[in-house]
């Protein structure tokens, strides 16, 4: 029915309460061995007729697109996955190398024109070393990077990479070989050798290895990668063992052709595509029973698809005070009495409550009993209409069920009828569920979900269902209230304007485009520890608005939107005599409003502004003294009030000279802007 593979890895639960168990069979650590096999021909090598010199990455080759495709991939993996594996194999190059031997040792002589670049194993700062001055050093790349003269054997790079999985990781429970290539007919007059490569990898996937081909197109000479010739043969859907074992993917990476059109690179397109595909499998729950009516049960497994992404604590470090170069921390902890300072066994806690003043202790046996609400299920318990369930009933992070086969054979028909019934009648179901042992039950909406497809062909969201989190009604409080002023529709219009000139490309906001610049400065951060650089200064936030681009669009529109305002909201100020009332002492008062400050208090304030030499300074003056340098001619007083009505600008700033650099620098920005 649908890949899951691109969607991520749940982590644990952080929403639920502290107090659960998590059963730890449902949560065993997955190390992953990833194995690059990069192409290396005359085709792969050939840099693109129509890259853009200003553009660096739309003049890489295939193959130095896939390097450093590669290179990013493991640069994220060392901070973010630090146990798990990576491993760069070029096949066709005229050199050849295999784990200890070279081109002239009996490596090379067992897998001709392989050579084992990086080898399995988790990346170290010298392997990152390695490869970037291998991507950054043209020489160092040309070098190396010379494809053969004669056609290499793919069975010899399968059989290759099921030696290095079998060497080097050969417990690993997830194992995958990321395969970058432009031919899609190789031994196009060998039939034998076709069929050579193609028992290879069933070898392969027998071994638990799941081949990824990563397929690289070029429109710009006319060549379309065709994968019945060959690969279909070598690339399965699924894996034996695993019948939910990821898809291949559906689009061709095209190369250079589409950098005119739409600025993708083929470095983006790969990484992309790497990084969609690089992001292990992880159920939330796995072989849920999903009761659909009395004694009427199939099997579900729960994932969660969208999660913000956090830093990811693996270890702590320390700077040791004889060395710059961090270290692990290796560190333990015991339970200790409080008044003899004894070892405390595990045996002998106890965890205690509070009740009527009296503590009361309760074993490990009892307080499972006492949270014990039943087995994990997913039962329904009813059906509603789908315009029953307000957008704000939402309480945390929904899961996102799929079928499978392990326990009860057919669960994907019956859960495919029930996912079909639900959309048909535009229904959802509400069911009771506990999700994990000694986890506390809610209600839950089962939403039934359709299939979302990209403009290439490729899934972005899977059919199923949809668990929905209900809230109780403790969990449901009041709307403060409020007094809501309907916009009339002049002001509607002129906004609707504002807003059609800021709308993004085909109105569809991409989160992939805009990363966490929090996060990325986090892991940029660690990244120049591990390999020993040079701290950064300024971190890369593609959050920050484009001002020059927005003022050119929509400037003079939201200028002519905030004087229709202003003219709207004095209307409307007469027409509910919302307007300042004279008082019979002289002074005013806002109907509907806040009493201002006293008018004695505000008078002094300004006398004494006035004695201190504060004038109300406009624009217009200030920008005349901006362009002859001569902004210090002003007091602090001058300067603070003007800037008081410009959003907080300078605020905190007590010297002169910082408070002239701020206005100096807000009139520069203005400028640009400008």
């Keep these: 029915m649908a890949d899951l593979s691109k969607y991520g890895r749940g982590g644990s639960d952080e929403e639920d309460e502290e107090e659960e168990e998590v059963e730890e069979s449902g949560y065993k650590t997955v190390k992953d061995a990833v194995l690059f096999a990069i192409d290396v021909s005359e085709s792969m090598l050939r840099k693109p007729a129509e890259g853009d010199p200003k553009k660096p990455d739309t003049t890489l080759s295939p193959t130095l697109a896939a390097l450093k495709c590669a290179y990013a991939l493991m640069q994220q993996r060392i901070i973010s996955n630090p146990n798990d594996m990576m491993g760069i194999l070029l096949f066709g190059t005229e050199k050849s190398k295999f784990q200890d031997g070279d081109e002239s040792g009996r490596g090379g002589l067992q897998y001709p024109h392989c050579y084992l670049l990086t080898d399995l194993d988790v990346p170290a700062a010298a392997d990152v070393k390695q490869l970037r001055s291998l991507v950054e050093d043209e020489a160092e790349s040309s070098d190396l990077l010379v494809a053969s003269k004669e056609e290499v054997s793919m069975a010899n790079v399968l059989f290759c990479a099921n030696q290095i999985f079998t060497t080097k990781a050969p417990n690993f429970s997830s194992r995958r070989l990321f395969l970058v290539t432009d031919n899609d007919y190789p031994h196009a007059s060998n039939r034998d050798a076709r069929n050579s490569a193609a028992v290879r990898a069933k070898d392969l996937y027998d071994l638990g290895v799941t081949i990824e081909l990563f397929p690289i197109s070029h429109p710009n000479r006319g060549y379309t990668f065709d994968r019945s010739k060959f690969y279909n043969d070598i690339v399965y859907s699924s894996m034996p063992s695993d019948p939910d074992a990821p898809a291949p993917l559906t689009a061709d990476i095209k190369a250079a052709s589409s950098t005119a059109k739409d600025g993708i690179s083929l470095l983006q397109s790969l990484l992309s595509s790497v990084q969609s595909r690089s992001a292990m499998r992880r159920a939330q729950f796995s072989n849920m029973p999903f009761e659909i009516g009395p004694g009427f049960k199939i099997s579900v497994k729960g994932y969660i698809l969208v999660r913000r992404q956090e830093p990811k604590r693996t270890a702590y470090i320390y700077l040791p005070p004889d060395t710059d170069k961090p270290q692990i921390v290796s560190s333990h902890g015991t339970l200790v009495a409080d008044d003899t300072a004894r070892t405390v066994e595990k045996a002998e806690v106890r965890r205690a409550f509070k009740f009527g003043g009296e503590t009361i202790s309760f074993s490990e046996e009892e307080l499972a009993k006492i949270k014990h609400f039943g087995d994990p299920v997913l039962r329904i318990i009813g059906f509603k209409p789908l315009d029953m369930l307000p957008i704000w009933a939402h309480v945390k992070q929904n899961y996102f069920i799929y079928p499978s086969e392990e326990d009860y054979v057919g669960s994907t028909r019956v859960f495919s009828a029930l996912h079909q019934k639900l959309l048909k009648d535009q229904r959802i179901g509400i069911a009771w569920f506990i999700p994990r042992r000694n986890s506390t039950p809610a209600l839950v909406a089962l939403i039934p979900g359709r299939e979302h497809r990209s403009e290439e062909g490729e899934q972005t969201l899977p059919p199923g269902i949809w668990i929905k989190?209900?809230?109780?009604?403790?969990?449901?409080?009041?709307?403060?209230?409020?007094?809501?002023?309907?916009?009339?529709?002049?002001?509607?219009?002129?906004?609707?304007?504002?807003?059609?000139?800021?709308?993004?490309?085909?109105?569809?906001?991409?989160?992939?485009?805009?990363?966490?610049?929090?996060?990325?400065?986090?892991?940029?951060?660690?990244?120049?520890?591990?390999?020993?650089?040079?701290?950064?200064?300024?971190?890369?936030?593609?959050t920050l608005p484009r001002w020059k681009q927005i003022h050119k669009r929509a400037g003079q529109y939201v200028v002519d939107w905030g004087r229709l305002l202003e003219e709207h909201y004095r209307l409307w100020q007469r027409e509910n005599d919302r307007g300042p009332k004279t008082m019979t002492n002289g002074s005013t008062k806002r109907s509907g409003g806040a009493a201002p400050p006293s008018s004695a208090g505000l008078t002094k304030k300004v006398k004494r502004e006035a004695e201190e030499g504060g004038g109300g300074l406009t624009d217009d003056e200030l920008r005349a003294a901006y362009a002859k340098n001569a902004v210090n001619k002003f007091t602090v007083a001058q300067l603070k009030e003007w800037m008081a009505g410009k959003g907080g600008l300078g605020k905190g700033l007590t010297k002169k000279a910082d408070i002239i650099e701020a206005v100096i620098g807000w009139f520069e920005t203005k400028m640009e802007v400008d």
Excluded: C, G, S
């Design 469 to 542: 989190h209900l809230p109780f009604a403790d969990d449901i409080r009041e709307p403060p209230q409020t007094e809501v002023v309907k916009a009339p529709d002049p002001l509607i219009d002129a906004m609707r304007v504002v807003i059609q000139q800021l709308q993004l490309p085909k109105a569809i906001y991409d989160p992939r485009k805009y990363p966490n610049p929090a996060l990325q400065w986090f892991y940029r951060i660690l990244q120049a520890l591990a390999l020993e650089e040079d701290l950064p200064e300024q971190a890369e936030d593609k």
